[in-house]
């Protein structure tokens, strides 16, 4: 499986006062942006698509979870689908040659559920799965409603305009 390229975006701290630049440093996270379409096949063989330009910090997955594990470590792919799945409330994949919105509306439970499945598959380490996926369910349901209010516009894959 290919890995996506990412691009990170710095945290500015020059000409800002010590104790703000000791604030960023400590509760900033970092934005990566996917630089090329990424194509992720699920447990289920479907093959979705993260498109290019894709924002993310991780920010989806509650914080408590960032005091165990790096979201851009261990769990990089769970949290790159968790994050898109929480902006847009869909996936995209390709169907007959188009790319279609896959299973858009799936909801909250539905999408941990997905992506416990993909981090257990992806990483194979079904304790810290399951511990991610209860912490998710415990608290997520705050970031969930929080990305649901802001209503993304679409972001499309490369090449396609409402296929």
Not at 4 to 14: G, N, V
Not at 28 to 44: F, G, S
Request: glycine share 4%; hydrophobic share 45%; proline share 5%.
């Amino acid at each position: 499986m290919e890995m996506p390229k990412l691009q990170p975006f710095a945290i500015k701290t020059q000409k800002f006062s010590f104790y703000s630049k000791l604030w960023r440093l400590l509760f900033r996270k970092r934005q990566w942006q996917i630089v090329e379409d990424w194509h992720y096949e699920l447990p289920n063989k479907r093959v979705i698509i993260i498109p290019q330009g894709f924002v993310f910090d991780g920010s989806s997955y509650p914080a408590l979870v960032w005091l165990f594990f790096s979201p851009t470590g261990l769990l990089l792919i769970p949290v790159i689908l968790h994050e898109f799945c929480f902006t847009y409330d869909y996936l995209w994949t390709k169907q007959n040659d188009k790319v279609i919105k896959f299973k858009a509306g799936n909801g909250f439970l539905k999408w941990s559920a997905l992506i416990r499945n993909v981090g257990i598959e992806r990483n194979e380490l079904l304790l810290i799965d399951y511990f991610m996926w209860l912490t998710c369910l415990s608290f997520g349901w705050v970031n969930w409603l929080t990305f649901q209010r802001r209503k993304a516009a679409d972001l499309f894959p490369i090449g396609m305009k409402n296929s």
